[in-house]
C-alpha cells in the first residue's frame, strides 16, 4: 500500500516562505505524477501544482510565480516551495499522487501577519 506523507508545516509569517515535503513509501514515484493541493474555504480542495514523471511542471494561477514544485527521485519526495506567503494561504496542504489518486493526510500552514 502507497503511503504519502506530508511535512514542513507550521507557522510562518505573511511575505515569508516555506517548504513542504512529500516522502512516498512504497513505491517509485519517478513514473507517476505528484502533485499539492490545499483545502479550500469551502472544504473541497484547490489544486496547486503538478509534476510529471518527466518533471514537467503545472501550476495554478493562484499560486503562479510564488510556488516551485519539484521532485527527488532517489529520495522518493516532492516539494513544494511557496514563497510571499498570504493570510489566505492559511490551511491544510495535501500531497498527492495524480495518477493513482492516493493523497496524504496533510500538513498545516498557518501564515500570521
Known amino acids: 500500500q502507497v503511503q504519502l506523507v506530508e511535512s514542513g508545516g507550521g507557522l510562518v509569517q505573511t511575505g515569508g516562505s516555506l517548504r513542504l515535503s512529500c516522502i512516498a513509501s512504497g513505491r517509485d514515484i519517478s513514473d507517476y505524477t505528484m502533485g499539492w493541493s490545499r483545502q479550500a474555504p469551502d472544504n473541497g480542495t484547490d489544486f496547486l501544482a503538478m509534476?510529471?514523471?518527466?518533471?514537467?511542471?503545472t501550476y495554478s494561477d493562484r499560486v503562479m510565480g510564488r510556488a516551485t514544485i519539484s521532485k527527488d527521485n532517489t529520495q522518493h519526495a516532492v516539494f513544494l516551495q511557496m514563497k510571499k506567503r498570504k493570510l489566505d494561504d492559511s490551511t491544510v496542504y495535501y500531497c498527492?499522487?495524480?495518477?493513482?489518486?492516493?493523497w496524504g493526510p496533510g500538513t498545516q500552514v498557518t501564515v500570521s501577519s
Open positions: 509534476i510529471s514523471g518527466f518533471g514537467r511542471t
Open positions: 498527492k499522487n495524480v495518477n493513482t489518486q492516493t
